[in-house]
């Protein structure tokens, strides 16, 4: 299969912006366009034109640039069915497991409630390619502002089944702040450390810590790692149920 396109955009402080292109078809996607003005200056420069606009949750650092982008373009708007009241422009509802067509290739919906109680993921399994929004960060994972524990653990446990070259692209950069909250989690833990330096120096060049990998963040994200003996030994909770332990973690996170 022929890979698609996919260019990162910075957007406000630290939001990404994906914007995606299947050459054979000439088919032109954008995730989560918060704000449309970087999207157009980058589609001017290439030459092209937007088809469909793919939102994984309503917040508005997501979807601000909608209704722009869509006017100018006649771009199609996919989101989820649960959002259809607060996506304004939404075109196509998508369910848990629907296919999203895009060019030649098949994306999967993938419901991940907790962040958001809407929010959903894209998987491009032919590209090996994860669009997760504010549900899985880079060592990290979103807030619960709509959903409990227990969801976003079951959301991020779907998440962590997926192959591990699986590259994950996550609506923000917060890898650098998120890894050293990790390393109070697992301060021992080889590859993380190592991981953290690469951050370190990746940033201090100004280059973007995304994509990361499904295999790397099973190695150290500690939200993805909640059910290893070695983290729940560390919050003295061994034995408890991998979303309990969840749970510790995000609170311990929420007041870093
Ligand atoms: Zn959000
Ligand atoms: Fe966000």
New binding site residues.
């Given amino acids: 299969m022929h890979a698609m396109d996919i260019h990162l955009i910075p957007a406000f402080s630290d939001n990404y912006i994906y914007l995606l292109r299947d050459p054979a078809s000439g088919a032109v996607g954008v995730v989560d366009p918060g704000d449309p003005e970087p999207v157009i200056a980058e589609l001017d420069r290439r030459g092209w034109r937007l088809t469909t606009i793919l939102n994984t ?1 309503h ?1 508005n ?2 979807i601000g640039g909608n209704a722009a982008l869509k006017e100018r373009y006649g771009a199609t708007v996919i989101g989820a069915r649960a959002d259809a009241h607060r996506i304004a422009d939404l075109d196509t509802a998508l369910d848990e497991g629907d296919r999203v067509s895009f060019g030649g290739d098949a994306g999967t919906v993938i419901a991940v409630p907790g ?1 958001t109680s809407g929010h959903i993921a894209f998987h491009f399994p032919g590209q090996q390619a994860l669009f997760c929004g ?1 549900t899985l960060f880079s060592l990290g994972c ?1 807030r619960l502002f709509e959903g409990t524990a227990e969801q976003m653990w079951d959301s991020l446990s779907k998440l962590r089944a997926l192959p591990g070259d699986t590259r994950v692209y996550c609506g923000h950069e917060y890898t650098q702040s998120n890894a050293r909250f990790a390393l109070t989690i697992e301060p021992d833990n080889a590859d993380l450390r190592a991981r953290a330096d690469e951050i370190g120096r990746l940033r201090a060049a100004g280059r973007p810590t995304i994509p990361t990998t499904l295999d790397l963040e099973r190695r150290t994200n500690p939200f993805l790692r909640a059910d290893e003996p070695s983290v729940q030994r560390t919050l003295g909770m061994e034995g408890a149920a991998p979303a309990a332990a969840f749970a510790e973690i995000r609170k311990r996170k929420d007041t870093f």
């Fill in positions: 949750h917040h650092d997501h962040h504010d979103g």
